[in-house]
């Protein structure tokens, strides 16, 4: 198969109307049956149900969808790579969320600098949700993410260092001024706790507002701590889930740039990890 050919049959898989993705793909209806009609011939299934009623992806359509995306990601990330593997000023682009480096970034591009593998390091800010799918789709070269939040599905990945739970709250709410609290305590306040519920707020700026405003009270790791609006405050959650800060990068990568960049990310974890108590 083709990727012309994927393109074609995916956008009719999600648009379910041949004119609606004729117009889509920018081409006459016509051209695009045919290639849908050829390339179920060439499989020796039928794709779609075509019916009076309207178009429907038949079982073996199904699995087609969702391999044709995976498909397409792949080729449009690794164009995108391509491109930026062959610029005459090379960089790496790393993704993470404001405060998402587990306090260690200023260390590791001090030291990285010093690498004879070393590029120009180019830093991606960007949402909770956004880091993986920047590295997927080519954008970014590696990201620092978080276990157990993340799905590392096709990536390397390289622990750096476990930080303990916070609870973030207003600085006027009755656990403002605790030692540190429980998780039960947290889930038996009437204000949601993220991210065990409203998950889908991922950005980091929407997210301390609703804070502030009493609407949540997040869960994060510790390192947020030095990152917070004053008119916010963290408390220790002794039972909290701990997280995993990683660097996580495409499998089979074979980048001398990145690969100095993460050896010199797990030094500098190591060097500055706490001693043992």
Same mark, same amino acid.
């Given at each position: 198969?083709?990727?012309?050919?994927?393109?074609?049959?995916?956008?009719?898989?999600?648009?379910?109307?041949?004119?609606?993705?004729?117009?889509?793909?920018?081409?006459?209806?016509?051209?695009?049956?045919?290639?849908?009609?050829?390339?179920?011939?060439?499989?020796?299934?039928?794709?779609?149900?075509?019916?009076?009623?309207?178009?429907?992806?038949?079982?073996?359509?199904?699995?087609?969808?969702?391999?044709?995306?995976?498909?397409?990601?792949?080729?449009?990330?690794?164009?995108?790579?391509?491109?930026?593997?062959?610029?005459?000023?090379?960089?790496?682009?790393?993704?993470?969320?404001?405060?998402?480096?587990?306090?260690?970034?200023?260390?590791?591009?001090?030291?990285?600098?010093?690498?004879?593998?070393?590029?120009?390091?180019?830093?991606?800010?960007?949402?909770?949700?956004?880091?993986?799918?920047?590295?997927?789709?080519?954008?970014?070269?590696?990201?620092?993410?978080?276990?157990?939040?993340?799905?590392?599905?096709?990536?390397?990945?390289? %622990?750096?260092?476990?930080?303990?739970?916070?609870?973030?709250? %207003?600085?006027?709410?009755?656990?403002?001024?605790?030692?540190?609290?429980?998780?039960?305590?947290?889930?038996?306040?009437?204000?949601?706790?993220?991210?065990?519920?409203?998950?889908?707020?991922?950005?980091?700026?929407?997210?301390?507002?609703?804070?502030?405003?009493?609407?949540?009270?997040?869960?994060?790791?510790?390192?947020?701590?030095?990152?917070?609006?004053?008119?916010?405050?963290?408390?220790?959650?002794?039972?909290?889930?701990?997280?995993?800060?990683?660097?996580?990068?495409?499998?089979?990568?074979?980048?001398?740039?990145?690969?100095?960049?993460?050896?010199?990310?797990?030094?500098?974890?190591?060097?500055?990890?706490?001693?043992?108590?």
């Amino acid at each position: 198969m083709e990727t012309r050919e994927l393109a074609y049959f995916l956008a009719v898989a999600e648009e379910l109307h041949f004119g609606r993705a004729a117009e889509r793909l920018g081409m006459a209806q016509p051209p695009l049956s045919r290639a849908i009609q050829k390339l179920e011939r060439r499989l020796g299934v039928r794709l779609f149900d075509r019916s009076s009623r309207g178009v429907s992806l038949t079982a073996a359509g199904e699995v087609l969808a969702r391999e044709a995306a995976k498909v397409l990601d792949a080729v449009a990330a690794a164009t995108a790579r391509t491109r930026r593997a062959g610029r005459a000023d090379p960089r790496l682009v790393v993704a993470l969320k404001p405060g998402g480096d587990g306090g260690l970034l200023p260390d590791i591009l001090e030291a990285y600098r010093a690498h004879p593998d070393a590029v120009e390091v180019e830093l991606l800010l960007c949402g909770v949700a956004e880091r993986a799918r920047l590295v997927r789709d080519g954008t970014a070269d590696v990201a620092f993410l978080h276990i157990p939040y993340e799905d590392l599905t096709g990536f390397d990945s390289e %622990p750096l260092r476990v930080e303990g739970s916070v609870a973030i709250v %207003p600085r006027g709410h009755r656990l403002a001024g605790r030692a540190y609290v429980r998780v039960a305590e947290l889930e038996a306040d009437p204000t949601p706790l993220w991210p065990r519920q409203h998950a889908d707020i991922n950005d980091p700026a929407t997210l301390m507002q609703l804070v502030a405003l009493g609407r949540l009270i997040a869960m994060a790791p510790e390192s947020v701590t030095p990152h917070l609006r004053r008119d916010l405050a963290c408390v220790p959650v002794l039972d909290g889930t701990p997280t995993t800060v990683v660097l996580a990068w495409p499998e089979r990568t074979r980048s001398r740039a990145l690969a100095a960049f993460v050896r010199t990310a797990s030094a500098v974890a190591e060097r500055l990890s706490p001693a043992p108590a």
